[in-house]
């Protein structure tokens, strides 16, 4: 079974400050993908990407930047950390896009706090 | 705009009862589906999807789900929960052919004894 691994599991940053969310995955997934989870909104996309290198846009992505330097890492920064972006944030991973029915792995999630 | 509602944000159920979790979508061109669980402070786990042929799909620990595109619809259903059921349900979907799941808000199901 994929597993994936976020860290930290709890933060708490300032306004304004700098905070990075990291996520490793070890079954060789193409697609990774960060959301955020609020009270009221289920799960919302924040940046994905389909391989090394790569990084798109999701449905929230401004205030958020994505890195993902290789098949196993994907990295979710917060340049200037706003207390609007106090949440509960999950890495996921996925192997198949598209026409193949992917089936998402996810974290445990870490719960970030802006004060 | 692609859209999953989960109408019911809460549902409380005994122990034993079946129960059925909404799902309505509103997506153009072919679709793929599913549902995910999520127990209190853990990360979604995957129960079932749905992508093509018959519209009634199985899945983990006597969950079951029906799709229905005439109503545009994804009910997850179980004839007889138990405690451990007691969880964040999730219903998700994507057009067929490429972009990430879109999820809905989420049903809590509390089971009691």
């Known amino acids: 079974e994929a597993a994936v691994t976020q860290s930290p599991r709890n933060k708490v940053a300032v306004t304004g400050g700098k905070v990075t969310l990291s996520c490793n995955q070890t079954?060789?997934?193409?697609?990774m993908y960060w959301y955020r989870q609020d009270t009221g909104h289920g799960l919302r996309l924040i940046h994905y990407?389909?391989?090394?290198?790569?990084?798109e846009k999701g449905d929230i992505p401004d205030g958020y930047k994505a890195s993902r330097p290789s098949q196993e890492n994907f990295s979710l920064i917060l340049e200037l950390a706003t207390p609007s972006q106090t949440s509960v944030y999950f890495c996921?991973?996925?192997?198949?896009?598209?026409?193949?029915?992917?089936?998402?792995?996810f974290g445990s999630g870490t719960r970030l706090t802006v004060l | 705009t692609q859209t999953v509602s989960q109408s019911d944000a809460h549902v409380t159920v005994f122990e034993g009862d079946s129960v059925e979790l909404r799902c309505n979508y509103s997506?153009?061109?072919?679709?793929?589906l599913s549902w995910y669980i999520q127990h209190h402070g853990r990360g979604l786990q995957f129960l079932l999807k749905?992508?093509?042929?018959?519209?009634v799909v199985q899945g983990v620990n006597g969950f079951e789900a029906e799709f229905s595109k005439s109503d545009s619809s994804f009910h997850l259903r179980k004839a007889s929960v138990h405690w451990s059921d007691s969880a964040v349900y999730f219903c998700?979907?994507?057009?067929?052919?490429?972009?990430?799941?879109?999820f809905g808000t989420g049903t809590t199901v509390s089971v009691s004894p």
């Open positions: 990407s389909y391989g090394a290198g790569s990084t």
């Open positions: 079954n060789n997934h193409n697609n």
């Open positions: 996921a991973s996925g192997g198949n896009w598209g026409s193949s029915a992917e089936t998402l792995y």
């Open positions: 998700a979907a994507s057009n067929q052919g490429g972009r990430a799941l879109i």
């Open positions: 997506y153009g061109g072919s679709i793929y």
């Open positions: 749905y992508y093509s042929g018959n519209p």
